[in-house]
Antibody, heavy 120, light 110 residues
Framework: QVTLKESGPALVKPTQTLTLTCTFS??????????VSWIRQPPGKALEWLAR???????FYSASLKTRLTISKDTSKNQVVLTVTNMDPVDTATYYC????????????WGQGTLVTVSS | QSALTQPRSVSGSPGQSVTISCTGT?????????ISWYQQRPGKAPKLMIY???KRPSGVPDRFSGSKSGNTASLTISGLQAEDEADYYC??????????FGGGTKLTVL
């Protein structure tokens, strides 16, 4: 059974760095072709793809946020970490991690999401 | 990349069919057969309903179908049921290992 769960602070101040952790089970990021992405959704708004990390440690980022995002993995802990620097109130959103299966170009399993509010 | 264009809302009565459109460009929807659709109920995570334009994951009813023509993809739900009421998002691969989502469509079952 594949599960993913996001964790991190619920509240951050403007200009701070956000660090989110996605802890997953039911699959391994060392499996060839496996990938995990981060996606966010501001309250009442649409989904926005942020970043992806692959089994071979390749990393890809949204062009509009590339300078502020870093994605990494700890395969032994079954975790993927996303950091977002210089947080702003417009970054207030529910942040999801999702799995991309081998040979797939879609997100087949999602975490429950974690709401991050940026406010002083 | 700009978000894909979806109607803000659609509605239908139980048993009817509804179609949700998703319009992009030749750089995303029109350029790849990697369209996926997600159902999101209030307060819940998105759920994969369609991938690769028209394929259904195991467990998704065959009332849900997908198609694409040019720069526009479509999700059709036939035999509408009350449980289908939710927000629906399209998503397209956009090249360079990136994805773009639609703005979302609220489906109301009358």
């Amino acid at each position: 059974q594949v599960t993913l769960k996001e964790s991190g602070p619920a509240l951050v101040k403007p200009t701070q760095t956000l660090t989110l952790t996605c802890t997953f089970s039911g699959f391994s990021l060392s499996t060839s072709g496996m990938r995990v992405s981060w996606i966010r959704q501001p309250p009442g708004k649409a989904l926005e793809w942020l970043a992806r990390i692959d089994w071979d440690d390749d990393k890809f980022y949204s062009a509009s946020l590339k300078t502020r995002l870093t994605i990494s993995k700890d395969t032994s802990k079954n975790q993927v970490v996303l950091t977002v620097t210089n947080m702003d109130p417009v970054d207030t959103a529910t942040y999801y991690c999702a799995r991309i299966p081998p040979n797939g170009v879609y997100f087949d399993y999602w975490g429950q999401g974690t709401l991050v509010t940026v406010s002083s | 990349q700009s978000a894909l264009t979806q109607p803000r809302s659609v509605s239908g009565s139980p048993g009817q069919s509804v179609t949700i459109s998703c319009t992009g460009t030749s750089s995303d929807v029109g350029g790849y057969n990697y369209i996926s659709w997600y159902q999101q109920r209030p307060g819940k995570a998105p759920k994969l309903m369609i991938y690769d334009v028209s394929k259904r994951p195991s467990g998704v009813p065959d009332r849900f179908s997908g198609s694409k023509s040019g720069n526009t993809a479509s999700l059709t739900i036939s035999g509408l049921q009350a449980e289908d009421e939710a927000d629906y998002y399209c998503c397209s691969y956009a090249g360079s290992y990136t994805w773009v989502f639609g703005g979302g469509t609220k489906l109301t079952v009358l």
